[in-house]
């Protein structure tokens, strides 16, 4: 069972229309972010034989700076960007070299703040956006969409893209979008709550109404609920200190464990949300959140390898080897499950032998607490190969990933079936 497509229709691109626009509060950080924005350094865009590809970062976490390094990764493996150029890139400079311009901008999780970079982004004439979340997926869609020469968008680390209505289906969507799905088995999901408490029947959920994911989120948990008699409780949040009280919320309404789902949006509330719930396990479906003290990640893991396959997708194109418009959004099912036994320890819970059976990775005793990722065993780094054999590698990636008119058509006719 994965959450069901919310389909929409996108009108013939004419023009360019304002932004969409995700969220409705200004606040005093956004405020000061939006100035450093407009104050970062440009690219020359003097030689127009040069790409310019905007990088455009939702945030910074331990988490979102493994797809980073990927991109990078990929991009100096390719010999788009040197050692030096990238040091200067990870100082918060743009580029302007001799094979690629790229605008490295970063929204500091603030949702003014994205529709600003996005806007200042094709402003400077991007050639490629690559953007990292389903806050700056979402906006960067919407901006694009009735552009009359539109920048090619490829998107990573986006829960949802068809709910979100970025897409409708893999192979139907705007010509001039692609990406990588961030994917999470939610049968499997649902499942883990089962090994720790067989009795398990009352779930609260904390959810991000500003998400443009949300109504596919709801309408997964009614099918959780349809499928299993269990009682679901939401409590919605779009900040830190919401999330506490959200977490209040669903302790006083008696649930035996709070979900929080796939996310891409700060990590700040997540040690309230944990204090607040002594006693009930907290889960998470990002297997990362175990370093910010969740008492259980199942689900997601890939940061490192979505930003490989993201930027797979942008050299291709940079190439003049993959045609975007037939190219598949990519998804890589896997699920993994994480276990903080120190946070069990503090809120009193005693992980089940059921559950720590299923663990890939495990906290106890402060080992891979707080940003250490690499020591709870993900992974960081491109395996050793030559450029000859990358690129073959990658080629034949791509390759699985073409939109034959067969698939399309059982696609159309998959969501118009959908939709009766």
């Known amino acids: 069972m994965i959450f ?6 996108r009108a013939a691109a004419t023009g360019r229309r304002p932004l969409a626009r995700v969220g409705t509060h200004m606040r005093s950080l956004g405020m000061l972010l939006l100035g450093l924005v407009l104050l970062l350094p440009t690219v020359a865009m003097a030689d127009d034989d040069v790409p310019t590809l905007a990088y455009l970062r939702f945030g910074n976490s331990p988490s979102f700076q493994l797809t980073d390094k990927a991109v990078l990764d990929m991009l100096e493996a390719y010999g788009y960007v040197s050692a030096d150029e990238r040091a200067s890139l990870q100082g918060g400079n743009d580029l302007h070299g001799e094979k690629i311009n ?163 949006s700060s990590p700040a509330g997540l040690p309230a949300v944990v ?10 479906a990002l297997v990362s959140d175990v370093i910010y003290g969740v008492t259980v990640g199942n689900g997601f893991e890939g940061w490192y390898r979505e930003g490989v396959i993201a930027a797979r997708m942008v050299i291709g194109h940079l190439r003049g080897e993959l045609d ?29 032998e059921a559950l720590l059976a299923e663990a890939d990775y495990v906290i106890e005793d402060g080992q891979g607490a707080g940003a250490d990722l690499e020591s709870l065993g993900f992974n960081l780094s491109l395996p050793e190969m030559t450029l000859e054999e990358r690129i073959a590698e990658d080629a034949a990636f791509l390759d699985r990933l073409h939109c034959t008119p067969e698939m399309i058509a059982e696609q159309r006719a998959a969501l118009e079936a959908a939709g009766e």
Do not use: H
């Not at 991007?126 to 700056?136: C, F, I, K, Q, R």
């Not at 799905?181 to 999901?189: A, G, R, S």
């Not at 204090?275 to 998470?284: H, M, R």
């Open 4 to 9: 069901p497509a919310e389909t929409r229709t």
């Open 275 to 284: 204090t607040a719930s002594y006693g009930v396990p907290v889960y998470s």
């Open 102 to 264: 790229i605008l490295y901008r970063e929204a500091g999780f603030d949702l003014p703040t994205a529709n600003l970079m996005v806007e200042d982004a094709l402003d400077e004439g991007a050639d490629v956006l690559l953007t990292l979340s389903t806050e700056v997926g979402f906006i960067a869609a919407g901006a694009i969409s009735e552009m009359a020469n539109p920048p090619v968008l490829v998107f990573a680390i986006v829960a949802l893209p068809y709910a979100a209505g970025i897409a409708e289906a893999p192979c139907i969507k705007p010509d001039n979008i692609t990406g990588t799905e961030m994917f999470v088995d939610t049968e499997e999901w649902f499942a883990i709550p089962y090994k720790q408490n067989p009795d398990f029947a009352n779930l609260g959920v904390v959810l991000d109404p500003n998400s443009p994911s949300a109504s596919g989120y709801e309408a997964g948990l009614e099918q959780f609920v349809l499928a299993t008699g269990a009682n679901v409780e939401i409590a919605t949040a779009t900040s830190a200190p919401e999330m506490a009280l959200a977490a209040d919320t669903l302790i006083d309404k008696g649930v035996d464990a709070i979900f929080l789902p796939p996310r891409t």
């Open 324 to 352: 975007i418009a037939r190219t598949s959004i990519a998804v890589t099912p896997s699920f993994k499950v994480a276990v903080n036994l120190d946070t069990a320890g503090s809120q009193g819970i005693i992980i089940s």
